[in-house]
């Protein structure tokens, strides 16, 4: 993959298959993309309690392969868990002051957003889906699965921070924008319960928002200088089948309020947060010819005026576009003009190239 133009090597420690990887695995498998002078990202094994532990992981592979590490989306997940920031601070700063390459990157929200099924353990899923859909129907492991998940969500509040966002059957779109707590209510079963049924019926595909961050950690992430902006998205729209839904807003919003909030605050310049969002990403996966405006660079430029700038994306309404971006070039084509796009496609695949 490396070699057809990959930008480096993903790893998603905290889901299946890759939870299931061991470190010297992950070492064996950044070697390779270290020996190509590549990244690796690594969504770690844990953000909550198991945070300090999975951030030293991914930092020791760092470590014992020179490979260049990329945190996504550094986090303190549960109330209990935000006062680990000085020391997840204070991992990364000793590892870049050794000489490591190590930065991440954040969304401005206090949720995140991944599938439901991430709240069980992780045996639940060995063997693949088959196995997966059986045992939250069969007695006996579904019974352990409960006990095992109230175990490591005791707080009373857990499943009002847990909302459904997308799901992929129709006959449960209503359960859009609900938690879970309100969705056991109305059911008349138990959240833990209720969590594996909706899991079973849809065969695993429902999404879920977690509110489970910080406002005071979020702006001490933003601001450190190895931290980078971004959206963690996946694609939405406003019409066709990517429009379904109550997906993060981060996918809309994320950059305009960022720059029309976070900015005007003070957190840091106008400047500095472009350049946590264009120059600084791009310079990390080595994409030379783009992230800046200067000659003999691809033309990729946001026309804006920061004082009409606005964020008009939330969680009940999340497919909203930002106001006050007049016009968006790409490769040097106008495809928005004043805030309607102009239905020109001149994007492309970016490989890296030896």
């Known amino acids: 993959a490396l070699d057809w133009g990959a930008w480096g090597l993903s790893l998603g420690l905290a889901y299946p298959p890759g939870c299931y990887a061991s470190s010297p695995e992950l070492q064996a498998l950044v070697t390779v993309a270290a020996s190509y002078g590549r990244p690796f990202t690594a969504h770690i094994r844990n ?22 590490l990329q945190i996504s989306h550094l986090k303190t997940a549960g109330e209990k868990n935000w006062g680990k920031l000085n020391q997840a601070f204070l991992l990364i700063e000793e590892a870049i002051a050794d000489g490591l390459e190590v ?30 859909l059986a045992r939250l129907t069969e007695p006996y492991l579904r019974n352990k699965i409960i006990t095992q998940v109230l175990e490591k969500h005791p707080e009373p509040d857990c499943w009002d921070k847990v ?35 909706l899991l079973f019926a849809m065969d695993g595909q429902v999404e879920a928002l977690y509110f489970s961050m910080s406002e005071e950690n979020l702006r001490r992430i ?4 190895y931290t980078m902006i971004g959206s ?17 807003p981060r996918a809309c919003g994320t950059f305009p309020k960022v720059l029309s909030r976070y900015v005007k605050e003070g957190l840091f310049t106008l400047e500095e947060a472009i350049q946590k969002m264009t120059s600084a990403p791009c310079h990390k996966l080595g994409i030379t010819s783009r992230g800046q405006i200067a000659s003999g660079k691809f033309a990729d430029l946001v026309v804006f005026n920061p004082q009409e700038l606005q964020d008009q994306a939330d969680y009940q309404n999340p497919i909203q576009y930002p106001g006050g971006i007049r016009y968006v070039f790409v490769n040097g084509r106008l495809v928005v003009k004043d805030g309607e796009h102009t239905g020109t496609l001149p994007g492309r695949i970016l490989r890296h190239t030896r």
């Open 47 to 68: 953000e909550g309690d198991g945070l300090l532990e999975a951030l030293r992981e991914a930092l020791e592979v760092a470590r014992a392969t020179g490979g260049s």
């Open 103 to 132: 930065s991440c990157d954040r969304y401005p929200y206090l949720a995140g957003q991944t599938g439901l099924s991430a709240v069980l353990p992780d045996w639940v899923f060995e063997g693949g889906q088959e196995h997966f």
């Open 163 to 197: 909302v459904i966002s997308r799901v992929s059957n129709s006959e449960y779109r209503h359960l859009e924008g609900r938690s879970i707590a309100k969705i056991s209510q109305s059911g008349g079963k138990p959240p833990v319960e209720q969590v594996l049924d």
């Open 222 to 225: 933003l601001a450190k200088p």
């Open 232 to 248: 963690d998205s996946a694609i939405v729209a406003h019409y066709g089948p990517l429009s379904h839904g109550k997906p993060h």
